[in-house]
């Protein structure tokens, strides 16, 4: 069976980091792209980042290029989303999901909250 669980979701300030983790299991970890979306409150889903199945490759969207980290333990089956300089417009449901060849998703985590806000 196959399961995405994101934690470390939280309340943070303007300018604050914070960084959220996505625990895999029921496929092969290391063989497969990962990729992190999110929701804000009322609005449709934005692409974050995508990380290659070694780690030596990763993209982001330009709303978070330079603020954003994504990584990947391939011996923990896990990936992380690293954020700083967190802005109030980074307020979103947060999703960990498995990237397929065609740049399509087909497994996705329930999501953890981030809020930003004084």
């Known amino acids: 069976q196959v399961q995405l669980v994101e934690s470390g979701g939280g309340l943070v300030q303007p300018g604050g980091s914070l960084r959220v983790s996505c625990a895999v299991s029921?496929?092969?970890?290391?063989?497969?792209?990962m990729t992190w979306v999110r929701q804000a409150p009322g609005k449709g889903l934005e692409w974050v980042s995508t990380i290659n199945p070694g780690g030596t490759n990763t993209v982001y969207a330009d709303s978070v290029k330079g603020r954003f980290t994504i990584s990947r333990d391939n011996a923990k089956n896990t990936l992380y989303l690293q954020m700083n300089v967190l802005k109030p417009e980074d307020t979103a449901l947060y999703y960990c999901?498995?990237?397929?060849?065609?740049?399509?998703?087909?497994?996705w985590g329930k999501g953890t909250l981030v809020t930003v806000s004084s």
């Open positions: 999901a498995r990237l397929l060849g065609d740049w399509s998703m087909d497994y």
């Open positions: 029921g496929f092969t970890f290391n063989s497969n792209s």
